[in-house]
């Protein structure tokens, strides 16, 4: 049990990078903000209710390379579908 629970950040970040990839490489670009402005969102939440364990400092990082991650993940969708067309 303790190694789902290990392995279970791990899916759940990867599910929500596919998640993106596949939403920005839509033909609508607004639609690959969703995820993005959903994870700013809970990240607030999260902070403001005092579950997320991390000062500002902590907080602002972890949403800084959120947040680079998920527009890697737009900017490469937007790369395949400029090579796809």
Do not use: C, E, H
């Amino acid at each position: 049990m303790s190694n789902l629970l290990t392995f279970l950040p791990v899916v759940f970040y990867a599910l929500l990078l596919a998640i993106q990839y596949f939403l920005s490489k839509t033909g609508n670009k607004i639609i690959g903000a969703i995820v993005p402005i959903l994870f700013i969102v809970v990240l607030v939440i999260l902070y403001t209710t005092s579950k997320l364990g991390l000062n500002i400092w902590g907080a602002i990082i972890l949403g800084i390379i959120g947040l680079l991650f998920l527009l890697g993940q737009w900017d490469s969708a937007q790369k395949d579908n400029r090579k796809r067309n």
